[in-house]
């Protein structure tokens, strides 16, 4: 399962509204919304893996590496 950290983001926050008009003006499901959701989660974890560089890694004595 993909994370949804990015959904709290300006980008996931505006597609989440989009998708809530297109709802309520009944163009789509709430089914097909909750795909468009899931896709979103896996193509922006998988941009983010890919082009995202710098990693840390914090140990139990709250050390950054």
Do not use: H
């Not at 996931?12 to 008009?21: A, V, W």
């Amino acid at each position: 399962m993909a994370y949804q950290l990015y959904r709290n983001t300006p980008l996931g926050n505006s597609l989440q509204e989009s998708l809530d008009e297109l709802i309520q003006s009944q163009q789509i499901t709430p089914q097909l919304a909750l795909q468009v959701l899931l896709q979103f989660d896996k193509a922006i974890n998988s941009a983010l893996a890919q082009r995202v560089r710098n990693r840390f890694k914090c140990f139990p004595t709250g050390k950054w590496v």
